[in-house]
DNA sequence: ATAAAAACGCAACAGAGTTGCACTAAATAA
DNA sequence: TTATTTAGTGCAACTCTGTTGCGTTTTTAT
């Protein structure tokens, strides 16, 4: 057994329809071991120790996992989208933490949400998300 | 009594510490005129029919009203702000809509937020907020 | 009416994300 | 294994949202 038969990410994007390039690999793998949500620019910063993967080609390739179900995609208060990896499913009904400190986004786990809503006529419900805002343990700490 | 004493805009900037403009008082008045959340685009507009008021001034006149606690913003998902005019306090543990077809933001009722939610050691909750996906009567109407 | 300070308007800039198009490299066929 | 197809990549240029600096105009207080 090899140290590296196919990594993890490798095997998600073979079981997707695509091609498994090294830009996916590269992207999904940063992903998979983050600890929290990550910014274009974060995960950009995290790759280029391996050579600097293009900006563009950066932005397709997070498209093509959120289209996967292997990543998603979350919209922060700074205007910039975080990605994470998902499980691989597209259940995530989960909520956010925000801080709003550092602007970090973190997942939470699953939401129970027993919340009866009433919505305008004709509107229709698809998703409901939930995001916390508050100071995460880092600046909680670092006091300010 | 006349027909515009002064307006219900004029009365609640004065209210407020700063100066009454014509800039804060044109914005706010469009703001409680909308049955919605909009974008610095569809403020403006709305606005330049009275005279084409600057991009600068308005993304400073919007601040200072979010400041002065008389509107609010929304983050949507195509990383432009919303606005709409805030009852004055500054309670609003209030949910909102977002049309994944045509990108509008509409502000829901209060939500009795009773949902137990774990969070990681050392976070600290500021605000909880909840948005749910969907299609607004509009678009479901167009079909599509 | 006048002076001080707060707003305004312009120009230039910054960051995030997109589009078009030529080039490269996976996957498949031969 | 090599050739072929076409998805994916990289570059340049662009759009859109929002910001900064600074000189000029309005408010407001005197």
């Not at 995290?46 to 093509?64: C, E, K, N």
């Not at 208060?77 to 909520?95: C, L, P």
């Not at 550092?102 to 995001?131: K, N, Y």
Request: aromatic share 6%.
């Amino acid at each position: 057994m090899p140290d590296t038969p196919t990594s993890p990410a490798d095997q998600m994007i073979r079981a997707s329809r695509g091609r498994n390039t090294s830009a996916r690999s590269r992207v999904l793998a940063a992903l998979l071991n983050a600890e929290r949500a990550l910014t274009h620019q974060e995960i950009a910063q995290r790759l280029d120790s391996q050579g600097i993967l293009d900006r563009v080609t950066l932005y397709r390739t997070l498209d093509w996992l959120v289209d996967q179900g292997l990543a998603h995609r979350v919209s922060g208060e700074d205007r910039a989208w975080r990605f994470n990896a998902s499980g691989g499913a597209e259940a995530h009904e989960h909520a956010h933490f925000k801080c709003t400190q550092c602007g970090q986004v973190f997942c939470l786990g699953e939401v129970s949400t027993a919340f009866a809503i009433q919505l305008p006529r004709g509107f229709q419900s698809r998703h409901i998300e939930l995001s916390i805002k508050g100071v995460c343990n880092a600046c909680a700490h670092r006091g300010q």
